[in-house]
C-alpha cells in the first residue's frame, strides 16, 4: 500500500460516530447566564453616570470630587476628605460583608474588559486565563505602595512635633475636577491597554488579576466576608459554572473541596448561580474563607525559571513606562508591564518548545514557525522595542529631572545678570551640564513632547551660559501649556531677555504673560525693568507701583522706585520707598548682592553701591567679586 492511501474498501464511506455513555446533564449545553444582562446593566448605568458627572461639571464649574479609589492617598496623605476616599471606605466596608462584589458590578475598567471579552467572543475567540504563581501579587504590593507606604515614610522623616497623620479637612466639592486625572490624550490609550489589550493576551479580567491595586485591598477584605458563593448536595460536577465565570475561578472545584468558593478573585458576578442546571450554587453568608487552604490543583502557565524572569521583566518595564513623559500614570504602566511580560514570556516559549499556539492560530508546529508565529514575533518586538525605548526617554528625562533639583540657586540671584554660572558651587557645573545633556537626549530622540521637562531644560541652559538656548526653549515650552504655566514660560523668558539687553523682546512677552495672568506680579515688576530701558521712565514706574499696590513686600519693586524718585529729585518718594524696600529686606549677602546687580543694571547707582556695601558687611568675601 502507498503511503497515505486508504484501504479500498473504507473509500467513500462516511464516519459513523459512536454512542458515549455519560451524565445527560452533563451532555447539555451551557445555558445564557440571567445575571449577565442584568451586570451589563449596572456597568451601563454606570458609565452614563460618570459621562453625566463631567458634563455636569463643564457646565456648572463645580461639582463632587472624583469619585476614585485613588483619590484615598489624599486623604492619607494630606487629610483632605474627598468622595474618592468615601467610596473607596464603603466599598471595602461591603466587601467585608458581602465579599468582593464592587469590583464585578461597578467598575468602569471591568465594564471595558467584558465588553472586549465579550466581543472576542462573537468573533469565536474565547480569552485564555494568563496564571502566575507570582505576578498576582503585585497589586498587593501596588496597593502597599499608594496607601501604607507613605505613612510609614512619614514615620521616619517627620519633623520631632508634626502629627503622624493630617488633619482632615472638607474637599468633598471641587472645581478641578480633573486635576488628578491625566489629559485626555493620554487616558484614551490608558482605557484601551487597561480594558482591552490586557483582555486579549491575559484572559477575562487580566487588568484585575495583575494590575488592580484596588483589588490589592479588596482581595483581604474578601477572605473575612461572610458572603460567598456556597454549593448545594444538588451539585454534579457538571462544569457550566467554571466555564462561564469571567473571574477565572475554578469554581467547580473549589465548591467540591470547600463547599465555597474561596478564591478572592471571585467577583460576585453570579453567572455561576445562573447557569447551574441543579440550582446547586447559591450566594449565601456563612464561615469565611480566611484560614482556608485552597488545596484545588492548577495548571500554571509558567514554570519557575519563567515566573523569576517574568517578575524582572514586568518589574524593568513597569519602570521604563512608569512616568514616561510625565505623562504615563502608574496603573497605565501597571497595564503595559503586565502585557509586555505576557509578550516576552509566551515570545520565548515559541522559540524554544516545538509545539505553540495563541487562541485558534497555531504559532509553531512540528518545530516550524508558522505565519502566525511570525507575525506574533514581529508584534512582540515591536511592543518589547517601543517599551524599551520609552524606558531610554524615561531614564534621560528622571537624570535631568535629578539635575535641575539638586541645584538650588534662588531664582531672584540666577536673574540678577545675564550669567549666573558664578553662583555655582563645587560640582554644580558639570551637574547641570549633565542635566541639559539628559534632557536635550529625552528631547530629540522622544516620540512625544514633555512640556513638563521643557522648563526644567531651559533653566539648565540659562545655568550653564546659554540664554539664547533657554529663550528659545522657553518659547517653545510656551506653546505647549496654557494657564499658569504659559505665563511663568513667558515671564522667564521676558526676565532673561531683559539681562540679554533684549528689552524690546522681553517687554512682549512679559505682556503676553500678564494677558495670560494679570496677577503674576513678577512679571509686571519684570515689565518696569524692559520699559526702563526703552525710555519710558513714566510708565515703567506705574508698572512698579502697581506691583507694589497688590503686594507691598516686593523689595525689588521698592528699591526701583526709590531710585527711579532719587534720579528725577522727588527726595521724599525716594525716602519712603526705601524704607519700605529695607524693611522687607532679608539680612542676607546674596539677597544685597542681587539687588545691587539689578539696581546697577537700571543706572540707580547710589541704591547699587548700598547693597554692595552691605553684602560685604555681612561676608567679606563679596568684596573680591566683580561687579
Known sequence: MKKGCKPKETQNKRSIPLPVLGNKEKDKGIADSKTSRWRAAALITLNLLMIAHIIQWRITGSTVSPIEPSEAMFTIQNGAVNAGFIFFALAILATLIFGRFVCGWGCHIVA?????????????????????????????????????????????????????????????????????????????????????????????????????????????????????????????????????????????????????????????????????????????????????????????????????????????????????????????????????????????????SKQSSFYKFSLKTGGKVTVYGIAFLAFSGAWIGLNAHTGWINYNESRGRAAFESVAIPDELALAQVNPGQWLKGNEVETVKSGVEHFRTAASQGLFVNKVALPKLAWLEFLSGDPESATKTLSRSAEYQDGAEKALNLYYRGAILNRQGKHREALESLEKALNVRPDLIVAREERGVALWHLGKKNEAVDSWKAAVERNPRLVISANMISGAAELRGDNGEAVNFEKQADANTPNDPYFHWMLGLRLKDTGMKNLSEKHFELAARLNPAFRARQR
Open 112 to 352: 471595558l474588559q467584558d465588553f472586549c471579552a465579550w466581543l472576542l467572543k462573537k468573533i469565536g475567540m474565547k480569552p485564555r486565563p494568563f496564571r502566575s504563581r507570582v505576578l498576582v501579587y503585585v497589586p498587593v504590593l501596588v496597593a502597599f505602595y499608594m496607601f501604607v507606604w507613605p505613612t510609614i515614610l512619614k514615620f521616619f522623616v517627620k519633623a520631632e512635633n508634626e502629627p503622624l497623620f493630617p488633619g482632615f479637612t472638607n474637599h468633598i466639592i471641587t472645581t478641578d475636577f480633573w486635576a488628578t486625572f491625566p489629559p485626555v490624550a493620554v487616558a484614551i490609550p490608558f482605557l484601551f491597554i487597561c480594558g482591552f489589550v490586557t483582555v486579549y493576551f491575559l484572559g477575562s479580567k487580566g487588568f484585575c488579576t495583575y494590575g488592580c491595586p484596588y483589588g490589592g485591598v479588596f482581595v483581604f477584605a474578601d477572605k473575612v466576608a461572610p458572603g460567598r458563593i456556597r454549593v448545594t448536595e444538588d451539585c454534579n460536577e457538571c462544569g457550566h459554572c467554571t466555564a462561564t465565570c469571567t473571574s477565572n475561578v475554578l469554581v467547580h472545584a473549589e465548591v467540591k473541596e470547600h463547599g465555597m468558593v474561596v478564591d478572592p478573585g471571585c467577583m460576585k458576578c453570579m453567572d455561576c448561580v445562573s447557569v447551574c442546571p441543579n440550582d446547586a450554587l447559591y450566594f449565601g453568608f456563612g464561615k469565611p474563607s480566611v484560614g482556608t487552604e485552597n488545596k484545588v490543583a492548577r495548571r500554571y502557565s509558567l514554570t519557575w525559571p519563567e515566573e523569576i524572569a517574568a517578575a524582572l521583566v514586568f518589574f524593568v518595564s513597569f519602570m521604563a513606562a512608569w512616568d514616561a513623559y510625565q505623562m504615563v500614570a502608574m496603573l497605565m504602566a501597571l497595564g503595559i508591564a503586565i502585557v509586555t511580560t505576557f509578550l516576552a514570556v509566551k515570545s520565548w516559549q515559541l522559540i524554544l
